[in-house]
């Protein structure tokens, strides 16, 4: 799905209005219906229930008019505070606030914070909270009275619904601009917002509603937006399977990792790239900890490498480059940890590897990024925020601060598919990137990095582009995450388990696809 900037959402009016000759009136008036038809499905009939919806002087201010107006004609009570006068309201917005006078709606104009207290019982006594103070055409901080009201609808402790954005969210970073309205449900019109869906916005914009307000969809198609929210519908198709097949044909993937340090972290990855269908796996670690983790996972091919000190080294290099056409795929990384025997490994890998690869963890934390630009076939890299930051020689909250743009840059510097996890995962390909939707705080735990980088292998080794591999596995690994957390909670969810929810959640794909 389409993910918007405000810049493109305004070029999409503008095409719609101007160009297309949509008249602006109308599709303020979709848009207040769209809204209608979510407040009836979450709220039952409004008819004798009251609302207060707070409109501003701008056409988000205009949508909440025609929504007042709407509410009322269906039988409800709704008090409209602007958050201004009536005379500065004009445009498209004047046209409803005229129209909504005309069917007697009750309109107060509140101009200074003091006016507040006059209006608190109203506000108390309604049932659901309308905010259409703000909407994609803020400018900078929140400023007057605008603030003090978004401020006061964030103590009431009503059910609030915001009109196409949280008033006060920037529509680009999810950052609040100063403030920004707490909402339970915002409908938003066209398409999603950038900042809907990332995090902090996310988490103001409560469940989010596209609705459909009669855009030409020509419009966002020759706009291309750079930004896209990964839905169900629209990932990579998992095909059944043939049946006349066999376990060569769902490849062979080789996980590489594991040293004296860490001992766990391959096995975690193998486990995954099987359970994501994987028809063989084998892991490669260190001599020393092989008879620690071998026989750990019956079904993976143990492989025991030339160790250096307790790390992987250039025996071991030469020792996989030997035998690489045996694999179709590499995943690198977990657990390998730190030190000039890896860096050798490393560098030599990436400079030799012919197979595509999927680095991770410790395999980023060994090398510069530039060496990326030398690798010989597609690469998809997994950092986390404490990487990526390492990697652009950043500190991790700045990496957190502008998640989007670094991945970006980082996939259009080094040529290589950048899966930025997190709190809402950023993977950046070629000139677009992706959301992931999927996952939870419960993911936040030992290892669940790991089992990302094996499900990603596992699914390139089955005949998915490494980009659509890594925006398949990030969903998968995340919808696996989310049941499990819906079925147990999300307390003690360990990797393990998530491993093992991977052939739940790709069943569960499947069903919808
Ligand atoms: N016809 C269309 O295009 C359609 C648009 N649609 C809807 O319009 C919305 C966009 O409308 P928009 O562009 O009018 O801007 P909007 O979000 O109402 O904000 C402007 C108002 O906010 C104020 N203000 C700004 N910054 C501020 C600050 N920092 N602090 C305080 N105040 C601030 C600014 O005040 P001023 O600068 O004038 O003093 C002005 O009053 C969009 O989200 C969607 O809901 C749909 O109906 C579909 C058709
Ligand atoms: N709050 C969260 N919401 C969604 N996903 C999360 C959250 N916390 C962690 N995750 C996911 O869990 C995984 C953690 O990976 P990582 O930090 O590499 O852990 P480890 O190094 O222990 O394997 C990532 O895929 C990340 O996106
Ligand atoms: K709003």
């Known amino acids: 799905m389409y993910l918007l ?8 009016d503008r095409v719609a209005i101007e160009e297309i000759g949509i008249p602006g009136v109308v599709l303020m008036e979709h848009a207040a219906l769209s809204v209608l038809a979510e407040i009836e499905k979450s709220f039952g009939d409004v008819k004798g229930k009251r609302f207060a919806a707070f409109c501003g002087r701008g056409n988000n201010g205009g949508d ?15 008090y409209v505070f602007l958050s201004g006068t009536m005379e500065e309201i004009g445009g498209d917005a004047g046209t409803n606030l005229g129209v909504l006078r005309g069917v007697g709606g009750y309109i107060a104009e509140v101009t ?7 209006i608190e019982k109203q506000v108390k006594e309604s049932e659901v909270i309308i905010d259409a103070i703000l909407g994609t055409g803020i400018k900078g901080d929140v400023r007057g009275i605008n603030r003090d009201l978004i401020e006061f609808i ?17 529509s680009d970073t999810g950052r609040p601009m100063g403030i920004a309205v ?4 915002t409908v938003t019109f066209g398409y999603p917002k950038v900042g809907e869906v990332i995090y902090p916005g996310a988490e103001y914009a409560g469940r989010l509603v596209v609705a459909d307000i009669g855009y030409p969809a020509r419009i966002v198609e020759e706009i291309n937006p750079a930004g896209r929210l990964a839905t169900r519908e629209e990932l990579p198709f998992i095909r059944d399977r043939e049946r006349d097949t066999h376990k060569g044909n769902y490849g062979h993937v080789l996980v590489i990792g594991g040293s004296k340090d860490f001992v766990g972290a391959p096995a975690i990855s193998s486990l995954a790239a099987l359970k994501s269908g994987a028809g063989l796996v084998t892991m490669a670690v260190p001599s020393c900890v092989a008879g620690m983790v071998s026989g750990r996972i019956l079904e993976v091919i143990p492989l025991s490498l030339g160790d250096e000190d307790g790390y992987l080294g250039k025996v071991a290099l030469d020792e996989v480059l030997t035998m ?32 595509p690869m999927v680095i991770d963890a410790d395999g980023l934390n060994n090398i510069e990024p530039t060496a990326l630009i030398k690798s010989k076939a597609p690469v998809v890299v997994t950092p986390h925020p404490g990487e990526m930051a390492r990697l652009t020689g950043r500190k991790t909250e700045d990496v957190n601060s502008d ?4 991945t970006r840059e980082f996939t259009r510097r080094y040529k290589a598919t950048c899966v930025l996890k997190g709190a809402r995962t950023v993977i950046a390909v070629e000139n677009r990137y992706y959301i992931i939707p999927t996952g939870n705080p419960g993911m936040a735990t030992a290892g669940s990095g790991d089992v990302l980088t094996g499900v990603i292998a596992g699914f390139i080794g089955q005949g998915f582009s490494p980009t659509d591999a890594a925006i398949l596995g990030a969903y998968v690994h995340g919808l696996a995450g989310d049941m ?30």
């Open 324 to 355: 690489i056409d045996r694999f179709d795929v590499v995943a690198v990384g977990p657990g390998l940890g730190m030190g000039e025997p890896v860096k050798a490994f490393m560098d030599g890998l990436i400079k030799n590897c012919p197979l």
């Open 484 to 513: 499990l957390a819906k079925k147990r909670g999300e307390y003690g969810i360990t990797a393990t388990d998530i491993a093992s929810y991977i052939p739940v959640a790709i069943n569960e794909l499947k069903k919808r696809m």
């Open 112 to 118: 200074q914070k003091e006016s507040i207290k006059f």
């Open 403 to 406: 998640r989007i743009n670094i």
């Open 5 to 12: 900037t405000a810049e493109e959402m305004r070029a999409i």
């Open 182 to 185: 707490k909402s339970d449900i």
């Open 154 to 170: 964030n103590t009431v402790g009503k059910p609030v619904v915001s009109v196409d954005i949280p008033s006060g969210l920037d």
């Open 64 to 78: 909440g008019l025609a929504l007042s107006r709407l509410l009322i004609q269906k039988g409800a009570e709704c």
